[in-house]
């Protein structure tokens, strides 16, 4: 089961609408239904406040768990759900990026490096090495 579907799947069972929702999570009634058509994925914060309005945890709601008991989580659990929630982050961001003609790659490229800048003159940057990683693109079959 797709995370969209798992998300529109709870909120039915708790007799909840796409506003009803949004509304609890401080969001518009568009978003839910982007989730919901599996278009975007809610950020961790999201999940979180979706994992106390319907006492599920998270891997569930996320659609990578089949246990629908209710949310305890260790820190290790917790890190490993912000980690794939980055990963997917990263991987939605670089599909997007490899779509983008010559002046979007180098806008895109330009905004990098003067948040890199900013952050690094704030002392802000995070270790380096606390995340490593690999993303690959493909192209579908005959495209």
């Known amino acids: ?3 969209g579907e ?11 609408t796409q506003t009803a929702l949004a509304e609890a999570l401080g969001i518009t009634k568009g978003t839910v239904s982007t989730w919901e058509t599996d ?10 406040k979706m994992s106390d309005i319907f006492q599920k ?11 629908a008991s209710a949310p305890v989580m ?6 490993d759900l912000v980690l794939s929630q980055v990963e997917d982050d990263l991987t939605e961001y670089a599909l997007k990026y490899a779509r983008l003609d010559q002046f979007g790659r180098e806008a895109v490229e330009a905004v990098i490096r003067a948040e890199y800048n900013r952050c690094r003159s704030q002392n802000e940057l995070a270790e380096a090495g606390v995340y490593f990683g690999k993303i690959s693109t493909r192209r579908k079959n005959g495209e």
């Open 39 to 48: 278009t975007r994925t809610p950020g961790f914060e999201t999940l979180s």
């Open 74 to 79: 260790d820190e290790a659990t917790m890190e």
């Open 1 to 3: 089961m797709t995370m």
């Open 57 to 67: 945890r998270i891997e569930y709601i996320m659609g990578k768990s089949y246990d």
């Open 6 to 16: 798992r998300i529109k799947e709870l909120r039915k069972e708790n007799g909840m």
